[in-house]
């Protein structure tokens, strides 16, 4: 921090930098893209938009002018306001641009003192990297084989950090407060990513303890990816569709690798989120083949767009919402914004020419809105013909049971719709009245409460009375402790993170489709999730 006389020069200087970190960040981009797929490497696309942003550009000149600061300590403080505005909102995939924002700083900074920070990319055993927060770019560049994992002081599950964290396959445990950094270089430490502890100068037990865990939570895996070729199939004969959930390119191909049979959500907002301006037909239609196509044939469920809730995008003019997930989200906006949705529509309807492509709409409530969309759909459909343009004249089209009115009356749904897909995330989050992403009721928002699991089995019920399927994308779907259950109530697919079907296939094998109707019969009599986690510690 000094005082600078020439303000001229310290502009043009930082002008300069800001022009290099653009380059720099193209670069870490198309770095990124190759690692981590086009979705998560989008990141640095955001943090380039900050590079255009008059709140961070005008602000720095405004102090290289006014208060003759040097352009590292104007930056310097401008990112940290910034910083503070995001961490301040209410939306973690808003409060997580605070680190972004700060990345972005961090780079300018070296680049005008010319300070090298210390690479992790170049460590030379082993480790466990504690950090206060790691900036995406830091988490981009590390080498999955050097690195055991992370612990940080800052972060959630939805922070930029985590997600990409998972995308490279390492543990990590975040949120760890920030008596986390004290730890000092070299100690001993266990990161147990399965439950979400940090554990420090383990003695030699606990050590030989967790040698012994390690070495058996990696068995399975290998044997269960070994078999990922096979189906679903339980011992009796019953066969169940095991599918991923994906976001782009790269997860359907990750899908394939884990042994998934279709994917049974295509969260299409990631094409949304991270830029500036709504995506064309053309790209859309372009993303949407090449996920088809990375398919090999398998069914490919396109979910249309499920924006606001906590995923806002700047361009669409959203509302502040005092409730954003009971406000104007989903498909609520999409009928509200035809012009937005056909356009969705349309590149569906194009992609799915020729291809294994089916349509779903989320956030369901009314009977009204499936007729709209897919009057909309229709619409479409009518105007590609009437331009000429190839297309699907025929697709099939479902809805996400995710809002509990939808579940309630499935049975007037169904004769509506192809296929059911239960969104337990938000039909959990709504039924008990429990914000997903607030800690303080996460307990609450539990997915084996009896009022959960009772809807679940009257929405497959009711697809079932009218001969139409019934899937599940919640995350419950994934979990090695619902699936029997849910296989008992009959769903008929099981759309889950990639990462967790060689491990589900393998359960599914093991059941009996009698004994899980049984275990069905006997979990829906009980009256709470406690006797329900106690009823399975006997089994
Ligand atoms: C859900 O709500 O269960 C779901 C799968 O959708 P999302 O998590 O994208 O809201
Ligand atoms: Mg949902």
């Known amino acids: ?46 943090q380039r938009m900050f590079l255009q942003d008059p709140a961070l550009i005008d602000q720095v000149e405004a102090r290289i002018d006014k208060e003759h600061l040097n352009a590292e300590a104007a930056i310097e403080e401008t990112v940290e306001d910034l910083a503070a505005l995001f961490e301040h909102m209410d939306a973690p995939i808003l409060q997580a641009r605070a680190a972004d924002v700060r990345d972005v700083g961090t780079r300018l900074i070296r680049l005008l003192t010319g300070w090298r920070p210390p690479s992790l990319s170049s460590l030379t055993r082993a480790s466990i990297i504690v950090a206060s927060d790691l900036k995406p770019s830091d988490t981009a560049q590390l080498d999955p084989k050097q690195v055991l994992g992370l612990a940080t002081a800052a972060g959630s599950a939805t922070s930029h950090t985590a997600i990409l964290a998972r995308g490279l396959g390492l543990p990590a445990v975040v949120g760890l407060g920030e008596t986390v950094v004290d730890l000092a270089e070299g100690t001993n430490m266990i990161l147990d990513g399965f439950t979400g502890q940090l554990l420090v100068d383990p003695d030699l037990n606990m050590l030989s303890e967790y040698r012994v865990r390690q070495a058996e939570s990696e068995q399975p895996r290998a044997a269960a990816l070994a078999g990922v070729g096979e189906p679903a199939v339980t011992r009796d004969g019953h066969r169940v569709e095991v599918a991923a959930n994906i976001g782009d390119e790269a997860g359907a191909r990750l899908a394939v690798a884990n042994g998934a049979e279709a994917v049974g959500l295509l969260r299409s907002e990631f094409l949304y989120l991270d830029r500036s301006t709504p995506p064309s037909e053309d790209e ?19 979910r249309t767009l499920d924006i606001g809730g906590d995923k806002p995008a700047l361009y669409l003019d959203l509302p502040e919402e005092l409730n954003p997930f009971l406000g104007w989200r989903a498909i609520r906006f999409c009928l509200a914004r035809p012009e937005v949705f056909k356009t969705q529509l ?29 009057a909309l759909l229709a619409e479409a459909g009518a105007e590609l013909t009437a331009q000429g343009i190839p297309h699907a004249t025929r697709i099939e089209t479902g809805i996400m049971v995710e809002v509990p009115a939808a579940a309630v009356v499935a049975d007037l749904l169904a004769p509506e719709v192809d296929f059911f897909s239960l969104g337990t995330n938000d039909l959990v989050q709504y039924t008990l009245a429990a914000d997903r992403t607030n800690p303080r009721v996460a307990s609450l928002a539990d997915p084996f409460n009896p009022a959960v699991l009772r809807l679940v089995k009257q929405v497959i019920d009711a697809g079932h009375a009218v001969g139409k399927w019934v899937g599940m994308c919640g995350e419950m779907a994934g979990m090695p402790q619902a699936i029997p259950i849910l ?17 589900a296939k393998v359960l599914i094998r093991r059941l009996s489709f009698a004994e899980a109707r049984d275990l069905a019969t006997r ?17």
């Open 1 to 46: 921090r000094r005082k600078v006389e020439d303000l001229a020069a310290e502009r043009t200087r930082f002008r300069a930098a800001v022009e290099q970190a653009r380059a720099e960040l193209v670069e870490v981009q198309g770095e990124a893209e190759v690692k981590l797929g086009a979705d998560q490497a989008r990141i640095f696309e955001a």
């Open 284 to 302: 859309q239609e372009a993303a949407y083949t090449a996920i088809a196509d990375a398919l090999g044939g398998r069914p490919l469920i396109i």
């Open 346 to 374: 349309r590149a569906i309807l194009r992609a799915a020419e020729g291809r294994n492509i089916k349509v779903m709409f989320p956030m369901i409530a009314t009977l009204d809105e499936i007729r709209q969309a897919k």
């Open 487 to 503: 296989l008992g109530l009959g769903l008929d697919e099981f759309s889950m993170t990639p990462a967790a079907i060689p491990e």
């Open 523 to 539: 979990v829906l009599s009980l009256r709470s999730a406690t006797e329900m986690r106690s009823m399975k510690r006997k089994m």
